[in-house]
């Protein structure tokens, strides 16, 4: 007769116990697929700007590509994997949060977009977290931008991940 010399650490779970795990193991297979999904997604080059439509510094463009929502925004001073363009410098991020993946609204008069389900800001600017709030510290999915030959100005791939 053989006797388990390790005693059991786990208690047994009852119904309800058993079906929470479950589910939050379902929910967080399910949004990492998705997030992987847009994140190793292959690009195909889309253009976002036409050679009229450079924005000035503060402003914005959304959009989406496919089922992702992105946001161009014009900036005043240089930011890191940025396009120069007449003294204003264009970043592309996804507007994906990166805690739960809900979109983010619009910018508001600070800069700074907002998720509605938990209320975490990030910098338009730089696509960092920011504000009192603290469910991430993934910055948003940047993106690269690209001029054409047109000047019409191009999205062609990913420059960082959350």
């Known amino acids: 007769m053989s006797k388990n010399l390790i005693p059991s650490l786990e208690k047994p779970l009852d119904r309800r116990d058993f079906l929470k795990v479950l589910g939050c ?11 992987e999904a847009e994140a190793q997604s292959t690009l195909e080059p889309f253009q976002v700007l036409a050679a009229d ?15 992702t929502p992105i946001i161009i925004y014009a900036s005043d001073t240089e930011v890191p994997d940025s396009l120069a363009r007449d ?10 949060c990166t805690h739960r993946g809900s ?3 619009e910018p508001n ?3 700074v977009m907002h998720c509605p389900d938990h209320r975490q800001d990030f910098d338009t600017k730089t696509g960092i977290p920011v504000g009192p709030v603290h469910r991430t510290n993934k910055p948003l999915t940047q993106f ?3 001029t054409r030959a ?3 100005v191009w999205l062609t791939d ?4 959350s």
Not at 53 to 60: A, N, R
Not at 88 to 95: E, G, H, P, T
Not at 158 to 161: D, E, I, K, N, S
């Open 25 to 35: 193991i379902a929910c967080a297979t399910a949004f990492s697929g998705l997030i």
């Open 109 to 111: 008069a600070s800069g």
């Open 103 to 105: 979109t983010l609204r």
């Open 87 to 96: 003294n204003v410098w264009l970043v592309a991020y996804s507007r994906r």
């Open 53 to 67: 439509e450079l924005p000035q510094s503060g402003q914005y463009k959304l959009f989406k590509i496919g089922r």
């Open 150 to 152: 047109d000047n019409s």
């Open 144 to 146: 690269k931008l690209e």
């Open 158 to 161: 990913v420059v960082r991940t």
